[in-house]
């Protein structure tokens, strides 16, 4: 299944469509390390993260795992461990994943810059819950989170999100 996200903030799939907020830098096929777009593509998805102490696992056909507090995201282009998972406390730039405001609760982990990993090409970019505004974010997808469970609902290992600019 390919689920549609584009440039006016819908993503859709045969389940149905949501709003959906995108990276303040707006939507490049150039995406860079810190330039806030989220990028042009199709990007398997890979997994599923969560917060086991704020909900139960979300029903999904896609592998699933608990975020730990001390779970991070190295974004530091020169660092080898550029765009991918790290422990906690780490000495280069990183996201932290267990955040306080809720943001992070559902992290679906996507393929984007990770087969292979070219430094400074963008970290970090996942689909995850949305601000109630929808404030644009850093550069991943953001969606309500009732409308992101409803979607990993009908995931599977295969399906990829498409970004079309």
Known sequence: MDIQVSRDGTLSWPGGAFRCALGRGGIRADKRE???????GRFPLRRVLYRADRMAAPVTRLPVAPIAADDGWCDAPADP???QPVK???AASHEEMW???????????IGHNDDPI???EG???????????YEPTAGCVAL????LLTLLRDCRPGDALSISG
């Open 81 to 83: 461990a550029y765009n």
């Open 88 to 90: 906690l406390p780490f």
């Open 99 to 109: 955040r306080g405001d809720g943001l992070y609760d559902v992290v679906v982990v």
């Open 118 to 120: 070219v430094p400074g």
């Open 144 to 147: 309500a989170l009732s409308d």
């Open 34 to 40: 810190g330039d806030g777009a989220s990028p042009v």
């Open 123 to 133: 970290s970090a970019v996942f689909m995850h819950v949305a601000k109630p505004d």
